[in-house]
């Protein structure tokens, strides 16, 4: 299977995550050098869920960023389009209501949610100023927005050495642990491409979501933005 190119055609990103999920956790864990672990952490106080509250975290993949929800007591959906992600995380969570759907196109009654957040999603998916309004669709007024995505590192001489030296040696180390490495050079690439902390809080502005605000993690390798619906 090839990998997805950049203008992210869903099948093709959908069949590229098929085809890493069984080792897709192991992979993540590896390449971030443990860093996964943090930013979930981090990702679960900006949510800050309340027990009993309902939470949609969009492109769930295995679940792996739905377990830390249910941890704290709320009603958590996973949701995702890749069905070979579902299967996975259905083995390795068989308590969590995983739920396929399209971000472009959600599966969910309006205002449904307290909460929606989308960790290391939101770069895969092909329109995403239509996906950043139908998580507000989903959100009851007043609730919140969590963006969990690899960014723009914010000191200059990182910023060189991770997009132009670290985001090179990315594919060949993947082709080590990585059942499918073609996804690693993907994962690279759309990093380069995606837009700074400012770029996307413009995006989910003009999406409907008010107070935007962003943090950024690891010196800004990723960034937690923030918005209320
Ligand atoms: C890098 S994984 C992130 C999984 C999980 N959130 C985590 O933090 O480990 C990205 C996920 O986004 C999903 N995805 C991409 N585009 C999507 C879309 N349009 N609708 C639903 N899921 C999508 C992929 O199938 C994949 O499982």
């Not at 992600?85 to 259905?90: D, F």
Request: proline letters at 7%.
């Amino acid at each position: 299977m090839s990998r997805a190119a950049l203008d992210k055609q869903p099948h093709e990103v959908a069949a590229m995550f098929d085809g890493v999920a069984e080792r897709y956790d192991l992979t993540n864990d590896v390449l971030s050098l443990g860093q996964t672990r943090w930013w979930r952490r981090a990702v679960l106080c900006a949510v800050d869920p309340a027990p009993g509250q309902r939470i949609l975290d969009l492109a769930a993949g295995t679940g792996t960023s739905s377990v830390p929800f249910q941890a704290a007591g709320a009603e958590v959906v996973p949701c995702d389009f890749s069905l070979g992600m579902l299967r996975v995380g259905r083995r390795q969570h068989p308590g969590l209501p995983f739920t396929a759907g399209d971000a472009l196109d959600l599966p969910f009654a309006d205002h449904s949610f307290d909460a929606v957040s989308i960790s290391f999603g939101l770069r895969n998916v092909s329109d995403v100023g239509r996906a950043l309004a139908e998580m507000r669709r989903v959100t009851r007024p007043g609730g919140r927005l969590v963006v969990c995505e690899f960014s723009h590192p914010v000191w200059r001489p990182w910023r060189t050495v991770y997009v132009e030296y670290l985001m090179r040696a990315l594919p060949p180390v993947a082709r080590r642990v990585s059942t499918n490495p073609e996804a690693y050079v993907y994962l690279a690439e759309s990093i380069r491409a995606w837009p700074d902390q400012r770029g996307l809080a413009r995006t989910i502005a003009a999406a409907g979501w008010s107070g935007v605000g962003w943090r950024d993690l690891s010196g800004g390798i990723v960034t937690l933005h923030r918005a209320t619906a």
